[in-house]
C-alpha cells in the first residue's frame, strides 16, 4: 500500500503528490515589520496592532505606511486584501511592495503570476525576490524550478532558502534527496522542516523512518502531521496500522481518509473490507 509524500504548502489545499511532482505553489505571505523610515515604523505599528486583533487599525496604519513609501506596508496591506479575496488589490498593492523595496512583495506578486499560469514571469519575480534577500522567494524559485524538472537548480534554491530555516524549503530539498536516493540527508531535511512546525516535513520524515523500519517512530510522526494535514495522514497511518498488523485501525484511518476524499485511502479501504 503506498504512501503520500507531500512537499509543499499550498494556501488554497493541501498538495497531494508522490515525492517530485508538484501543483501549485506556498503562498507565503509573510506579515513583518521594518524599523528605519517613517513609513515603515508605521508598519511596524500595523503589525502590532494586528497581533492584538485590531485590524481596521492595522490596515489603516499599513495604508498609511505604503503612501509614505514602505514596501512593507505596501505587501502586508496586499496581504489583507488577499485574505478578503480581493485579487486585484493584492496584486496592485504587492506590485507598489515590490517597487517599493518590499522582496516579499516580489515573491507575493510572483506567486499570483504563476496562479494564473504565467510562469516566466513569476520565475523573473521570484529571482529578484531571492536575491534581493527574500529566502521565501528563493523557496518558492526552488519549487517552481523542480515543477519544470531543474532539479540541479531547485535544489540549491531549496537549500539555500532551508539553510534560513523556511520549513518549506527544508521539506522540498528532502524531497529532492529523497528521489535520488539520499535518504540520510533527505532524512536530515525532513527533520529540520518537521521541527520548525511545518506538518507535511513530519509527515516525509515519517515516511523515511518506515523504510528504516522505524515503525513507532513513524507513527508518532504522521500522528504528529495529523492536526495540520488530515487527509495525508490518515492515509500514512492506515498504512502505519497495517504494517504493525492493527487492521482495525487501520480501517478506521483509511475510512477518515476516504472521507476527506483522499482516493488512495478509499481504494485501501475498499481491499481491507473485502472478505478474504
Not at 10 to 30: D, H, I, M, R, Y
Not at 120 to 136: I, M, N, P, Q
Not at 232 to 253: C, R, T, V
Request: proline share 2%.
Amino acid at each position: 500500500m503506498a504512501r503520500l509524500t507531500v512537499i509543499c504548502l499550498v494556501l488554497a489545499g493541501s498538495l497531494n503528490s508522490s515525492a517530485g511532482e508538484t501543483e501549485a505553489k506556498p503562498v507565503k505571505f509573510f506579515k513583518f515589520g521594518i524599523v528605519a523610515t517613517d513609513g515603515n515604523k508605521l508598519t511596524n505599528k500595523g503589525f502590532r496592532a494586528e497581533k492584538q486583533g485590531k485590524i481596521k487599525e492595522a490596515v489603516s496604519l499599513y495604508t498609511e505606511a505604503c503612501q509614505k513609501g514602505s514596501g512593507a506596508g505596501c505587501t502586508n496591506l496586499g496581504i489583507h486584501h488577499y485574505s478578503k479575496g480581493s485579487a486585484d488589490l493584492a496584486e496592485k498593492y504587492f506590485d507598489l511592495g515590490c517597487k517599493k523595496g518590499s522582496p516579499d512583495g516580489c515573491s507575493n506578486l510572483a506567486v499570483l503570476f504563476e496562479n494564473q499560469g504565467d510562469s516566466s514571469k513569476a520565475e523573473d519575480l521570484y529571482s529578484k525576490a531571492c536575491d534581493h534577500g527574500s529566502t521565501v522567494g528563493c523557496a518558492n524559485l526552488g519549487l517552481l524550478h523542480l515543477q519544470n524538472k531543474k532539479t540541479k537548480e531547485a535544489l540549491e534554491m531549496l537549500e539555500q532558502s532551508c539553510e534560513h530555516d523556511v520549513a518549506v524549503g527544508c521539506n522540498g530539498a528532502g524531497t529532492v534527496l529523497e528521489n535520488d536516493k539520499k535518504l540520510d540527508e533527505a532524512r536530515k531535511r525532513y527533520e529540520k522542516a518537521c521541527k520548525l512546525g511545518y506538518g507535511l516535513g513530519c509527515s516525509n520524515l515519517g515516511v523515511i523512518e518506515a523504510k528504516y523500519n522505524n515503525i513507532e517512530k513513524a507513527k508518532d510522526l504522521y500522528e504528529k502531521a495529523l492536526k495540520s494535514h488530515p487527509i495525508e495522514s490518515y492515509q500514512n497511518l492506515g498504512y502505519i496500522q497495517e504494517k504493525m498488523g492493527n487492521p482495525k485501525k487501520a480501517l478506521e484511518h483509511y475510512n477518515q481518509g476516504c472521507r476527506n476524499k483522499e482516493p488512495e485511502s478509499c481504494e485501501n479501504e475498499k481491499k481491507l473490507s473485502a472478505p478474504n
